[in-house]
């Protein structure tokens, strides 16, 4: 079956635009999850979805960042007025769900590679 | 900030040599996972350790776990030249006191091993 898949693969884009990332989790994966990786870094936490919520958002940097899951699938990540501090690669990840006993195994897609100018 | 902290940041060894990464981590946890990322590819899942074990093998992987200590260990024995990648460790954060458990995964920043033919 199909992996997780991000569109686009990259995007460059100009300081103060405003950009949407797109995650296609894997299909009945209710768990997903956003990540930003910047070079030599591990990925970093943003957001955790459980179906159409957000169930924890701590990783957000500021409120230019905001994510959505409407249906329970497909999620957008969108960045608001772009800082060049905002370049980096956007990871999406997908679990069949987190589990009463902590994170199950993440499933993750190639990632977005967004540069800010 | 990141949880999980590896050691060493890189490593290199000649095909057929066993590769031993170590990470450690700051809070109690429910499962600890390594992945690995290959140069320019995802993230891939190796394997999970949950904290009541001790030790658990997939094909040359085996992971050791020490929750007196905080620490893992990521053995690759009989190393190939495809194994060069980038492992992380990556760990939950279980939150004991409110009684449940956080469902953020938090990487350390990898180890960087290079298998030579």
């Known amino acids: 079956g199909a992996g997780v898949s991000q569109t686009p693969s990259n995007k460059v884009t100009e300081k103060g635009k405003y950009v949407e990332l797109r995650c296609d989790p894997i299909s009945g994966h209710t768990a997903l999850y956003w990540y930003r990786q910047s070079l030599g870094q591990g990925p970093e936490f943003l957001i955790y979805f459980q179906g159409t919520g957000a169930a924890d958002d701590s990783g957000l940097p500021n409120d230019r960042f905001f994510a959505v899951r409407p249906e329970g699938s497909v999620s957008t990540l969108k960045i608001q007025r772009t800082e060049r501090g905002d370049s980096a690669v956007y990871l999406c990840?997908?679990?069949?769900?987190?589990?009463?006993?902590?994170?199950?195994?993440?499933?993750f897609g190639p990632g977005t590679r967004l540069t800010v100018l | 900030s990141q949880q999980g902290e590896e050691d060493p940041q890189a490593l290199s060894i000649q095909e057929g040599e066993n590769a031993t990464m170590n990470c450690s981590y700051k809070t109690s946890i429910n499962n600890l996972q390594w992945y690995r990322q290959n140069s320019g590819r995802g993230l891939v899942h190796l394997i999970l350790i949950r904290s009541n074990e001790r030790e658990k093998h997939s094909g040359r992987l085996r992971v050791t776990l020490d929750t007196s200590k905080k620490s893992s260990s990521l053995l690759i024995t009989a190393s190939r030249a495809a194994d060069t990648a980038s492992y992380f460790c990556a760990t939950d954060d279980f939150q004991g006191n409110s009684g449940g458990s956080n469902y953020k995964l938090t990487f350390g920043k990898g180890t960087l091993l290079t298998v030579n033919p």
């Open positions: 990840a997908s679990s069949l769900r987190a589990s009463g006993r902590g994170v199950d195994e993440q499933f």
